[in-house]
């Protein structure tokens, strides 16, 4: 029985669809966490600025902006994943497979990383942003020269939570057709209850996550000149 | 240059908040500063001296009340003209507010940057600052490797990188030790003295007023008491904020129970370790006696209160006062009869 099940974990056949679904996941997840970081960075940005502490505050447009991030934030990911599929569809073509799932990514995901960016940004000294006005910065230039690369260190922390929380909702997406690792989890260990295979791509996600944190936490680390 | 002032505020008053919590920082001010002076702006904390200082640049909008920067009313300005006027305004702070992720150099470089000065010419310029401030040969550090005074250097060195008429010190020393704060005082006064900026310091400290500031003005519940010479404004305050800021009463609170007319000296550190109170009987020829005393000495400076019962005739008590001034040291008259 052991002996099977090890037999067909390490057949040629598995090995390949695992190096599939390994690619599959690691291609919906970098992707997806880029196109949110496009959307979530400026948003987060306009967060910050617009804030009644903010460099420009606009309670109007911060209320209406983080109203629609707390929208898509509270919308559990599965049913978001259903509710988009025909805009998948518009988008990309499909409603299942990897690029279908991307799509709903990123929708999940551009408001959480919103909220991260606008969390790291709100570390900023306040009174170097003071600092910066009395030089006579503009709005943009405190946003591009100061807040970005002041809050660096932070951001790449924060974009390596924003990829592991991503990875972990592509193997969610595996339950309604999306593809990666997490489907091969479904399809064989809970549709075929191969409980061990389920275990390995957990394992693998495990891996990855780890791999993901550790590059993360070394990048923000080298780029933060506070350490002496 | 003419000899209007670089700052006027006229009538300005700023209130926070507004309905029945609203609160008063600042209440009618109107100050004008001379191109070239030193000013100080002493007050307790929650005075409004900071609210004040943030009004001459306008990083704090003035309810009402005009801020006259250079013979232009800066609070009719549009952003884009404001952004142009605060280049001219330089500004340092007690947190010193360096650009943690740059060195030295590129912070010091960061204002000429907003200003749209090449990159080449922005590092010459910046490189002239840092050695200016002695910095010279730290402009690769980066502030977390500085100390409070070197940190302090460079964003003297930033805040006039684009050639300020104006220099705004908010608390610029309070964070450092008073050996880097004698330092820090020095180089301001010679930055003063060879490029000819004014330098406005607000600060809740005698010592940094007396050492470098031409001129005074306190300030106590949101509004300016007094306005003048250093000297004149310390040695012989009018108002009772004023005494009450050189006298530091919260020193002394104990009831003093006695009848007639009584001195009042106060040793700021600034006098010698000369036995002043023997020298003036001796020169003035009256005795006095010493009700009350309560003073210490560091480091062969005396600090603390002295009340002296004054002679009956006038003219002793003119000799003592003539004597005391001669001697600057702060004096203030005072009855009791109890």
């Given at each position: 029985m052991l002996n099977e099940i090890i037999k067909e974990i390490f057949s040629a056949q598995m090995l390949s669809l695992v190096w599939q679904g390994l690619l599959e996941t690691l291609y919906m997840s970098l992707i997806s966490t880029a196109v949110a970081y496009v959307i979530g960075l400026p948003v987060g940005m306009l967060l910050v600025v617009t804030d009644k502490d903010g460099v420009k505050p606009n309670p109007a447009v911060n209320t209406t902006v983080g109203s629609i991030v707390n929208f898509f934030r509270s919308v559990p990911f599965l049913i978001l994943m259903v509710a988009v599929m025909p805009l998948s569809r518009l988008i990309v073509?499909?409603?299942?497979?990897a690029k279908a799932t991307i799509v709903s990514l990123v929708i999940a995901s551009a408001p959480y990383v919103a909220r991260m960016v606008e969390s790291s940004a709100k570390e900023v000294d306040r009174g170097v942003i003071e600092a910066s006005l009395s030089m006579g910065a503009s709005t943009m230039q405190i946003v591009r020269k100061v807040i970005l690369p002041e809050a660096k260190p932070s951001l790449i922390y924060g974009a390596a939570i924003s990829s592991t929380t991503i990875l972990g909702y592509t193997a969610m997406a595996g339950a309604v057709g999306g593809g990666g690792l997490g489907a091969i989890a479904i399809n064989y260990g809970y549709h075929r209850k191969e409980t061990v295979i389920m275990w390995l791509m957990v394992f693998i996600l495990v891996l990855i996550v780890q791999v993901f944190q550790m590059i993360g936490s070394f990048l923000a680390k080298k780029n933060d000149k506070r350490i002496r | 240059m003419s000899n209007n002032p670089i700052i006027k505020i006229e009538g300005l008053s700023k209130t926070f908040g507004n309905g029945t919590g609203a609160i008063t920082a600042l209440d009618n001010i109107n100050l004008s500063i001379e191109p070239g002076e030193i000013f100080g702006i002493i007050g307790l904390s929650g005075a409004g001296k900071s609210t004040l200082v943030r009004c001459m640049n306008l990083l704090e909008r003035p309810t009402t009340g005009s801020v006259i920067f250079d013979g232009t009313?800066?609070?009719?300005?549009s952003d884009r003209e404001l952004r142009k006027v605060r280049q001219s305004i330089g500004m340092i702070f007690q947190g010193f507010n360096l650009l943690m992720q740059r060195n030295a150099l590129d912070n010091v470089c960061f204002p000429l940057e907003l200003a749209g000065v090449p990159r080449n010419e922005a590092k010459k310029r910046a490189k002239e600052l840092l050695s200016t401030v002695g910095l010279a040969d730290r402009e690769k550090s980066y502030p977390a490797q500085l100390s409070g005074g070197e940190k302090q250097r460079v964003a003297i060195a930033r805040a006039l990188a684009t050639n300020p008429k104006v220099l705004l010190c908010d608390?610029?020393?309070?964070?450092?030790?008073p050996t880097t704060t004698q330092s820090i005082l020095s180089l301001l006064k010679e930055l003063n003295q060879k490029i000819g900026v004014t330098i406005i310091i607000i600060t809740h400290e005698m010592k940094v007023i007396e050492q470098i500031c031409n001129r005074v003005a306190i300030i106590a519940n949101s509004q300016i008491q007094e306005i003048g010479p250093v000297q004149e404004v310390f040695r012989h305050p009018k108002t009772q904020a004023a005494k009450k800021l050189i006298f530091a009463k919260e020193d002394y609170t104990e009831e003093f129970v006695g009848k007639g007319r009584y001195l009042r000296l106060v040793f700021d550190g600034s006098q010698t370790d000369r036995p002043v109170i023997a020298n003036m009987v001796i020169k003035c020829g009256t005795v006095v006696s010493i009700v009350y005393a309560r003073t210490k000495m560091i480091n062969g400076k005396m600090y603390g209160h002295m009340l002296l019962e004054l002679p009956e005739e006038q003219e002793g008590v003119n000799k003592i006062k003539a004597y005391l001034d001669s001697e600057n040291i702060t004096y203030e008259e005072e009855e009791y009869n109890a």
């Amino acid at each position: 029985m052991l002996n099977e099940i090890i037999k067909e974990i390490f057949s040629a056949q598995m090995l390949s669809l695992v190096w599939q679904g390994l690619l599959e996941t690691l291609y919906m997840s970098l992707i997806s966490t880029a196109v949110a970081y496009v959307i979530g960075l400026p948003v987060g940005m306009l967060l910050v600025v617009t804030d009644k502490d903010g460099v420009k505050p606009n309670p109007a447009v911060n209320t209406t902006v983080g109203s629609i991030v707390n929208f898509f934030r509270s919308v559990p990911f599965l049913i978001l994943m259903v509710a988009v599929m025909p805009l998948s569809r518009l988008i990309v073509g499909t409603t299942i497979g990897a690029k279908a799932t991307i799509v709903s990514l990123v929708i999940a995901s551009a408001p959480y990383v919103a909220r991260m960016v606008e969390s790291s940004a709100k570390e900023v000294d306040r009174g170097v942003i003071e600092a910066s006005l009395s030089m006579g910065a503009s709005t943009m230039q405190i946003v591009r020269k100061v807040i970005l690369p002041e809050a660096k260190p932070s951001l790449i922390y924060g974009a390596a939570i924003s990829s592991t929380t991503i990875l972990g909702y592509t193997a969610m997406a595996g339950a309604v057709g999306g593809g990666g690792l997490g489907a091969i989890a479904i399809n064989y260990g809970y549709h075929r209850k191969e409980t061990v295979i389920m275990w390995l791509m957990v394992f693998i996600l495990v891996l990855i996550v780890q791999v993901f944190q550790m590059i993360g936490s070394f990048l923000a680390k080298k780029n933060d000149k506070r350490i002496r | 240059m003419s000899n209007n002032p670089i700052i006027k505020i006229e009538g300005l008053s700023k209130t926070f908040g507004n309905g029945t919590g609203a609160i008063t920082a600042l209440d009618n001010i109107n100050l004008s500063i001379e191109p070239g002076e030193i000013f100080g702006i002493i007050g307790l904390s929650g005075a409004g001296k900071s609210t004040l200082v943030r009004c001459m640049n306008l990083l704090e909008r003035p309810t009402t009340g005009s801020v006259i920067f250079d013979g232009t009313d800066i609070t009719a300005l549009s952003d884009r003209e404001l952004r142009k006027v605060r280049q001219s305004i330089g500004m340092i702070f007690q947190g010193f507010n360096l650009l943690m992720q740059r060195n030295a150099l590129d912070n010091v470089c960061f204002p000429l940057e907003l200003a749209g000065v090449p990159r080449n010419e922005a590092k010459k310029r910046a490189k002239e600052l840092l050695s200016t401030v002695g910095l010279a040969d730290r402009e690769k550090s980066y502030p977390a490797q500085l100390s409070g005074g070197e940190k302090q250097r460079v964003a003297i060195a930033r805040a006039l990188a684009t050639n300020p008429k104006v220099l705004l010190c908010d608390e610029a020393t309070s964070a450092l030790d008073p050996t880097t704060t004698q330092s820090i005082l020095s180089l301001l006064k010679e930055l003063n003295q060879k490029i000819g900026v004014t330098i406005i310091i607000i600060t809740h400290e005698m010592k940094v007023i007396e050492q470098i500031c031409n001129r005074v003005a306190i300030i106590a519940n949101s509004q300016i008491q007094e306005i003048g010479p250093v000297q004149e404004v310390f040695r012989h305050p009018k108002t009772q904020a004023a005494k009450k800021l050189i006298f530091a009463k919260e020193d002394y609170t104990e009831e003093f129970v006695g009848k007639g007319r009584y001195l009042r000296l106060v040793f700021d550190g600034s006098q010698t370790d000369r036995p002043v109170i023997a020298n003036m009987v001796i020169k003035c020829g009256t005795v006095v006696s010493i009700v009350y005393a309560r003073t210490k000495m560091i480091n062969g400076k005396m600090y603390g209160h002295m009340l002296l019962e004054l002679p009956e005739e006038q003219e002793g008590v003119n000799k003592i006062k003539a004597y005391l001034d001669s001697e600057n040291i702060t004096y203030e008259e005072e009855e009791y009869n109890a």
